[in-house]
């Protein structure tokens, strides 16, 4: 920083910290955190609805799908270089 003092410059009055929420068929939430600072993506923590923790994925691991179906099943909306989109289906394995 160069010639500027503290007083010069804005904050932001709130960072959010939740990005979004997701509840699969096991009733295990999904919750995105924002990354640092406010900006990207963030990890995502796995609860239950009684508020056990589960666990945490890294930001630059999988991301919450888009569809979660029976037996672990869920679904991922990937878009390739020409801009077709395909469902990818994978089986998640959540076990500790």
Do not use: H, K
């Not at 569809?67 to 994978?90: I, K, N, S």
């Amino acid at each position: 920083m160069s010639g500027g003092s503290i007083e010069d410059m804005t904050f932001a009055d709130e960072i959010p910290v939740i990005d979004g929420i997701a509840v699969d068929w096991e009733d295990r939430i999904w919750i995105e955190r924002t990354g640092e600072n406010g900006q990207g993506l963030g990890p995502i923590d796995i609860m239950t609805a009684d508020g056990r923790y589960l666990g945490t994925l890294p930001a630059d691991g999988p991301r919450t799908p888009w569809a979660f179906g029976p037996g672990g099943l869920a679904a991922y909306v990937e878009m390739d270089e020409y801009e077709v989109q395909t469902v990818r289906v994978v089986r998640l394995s959540l076990e500790r």
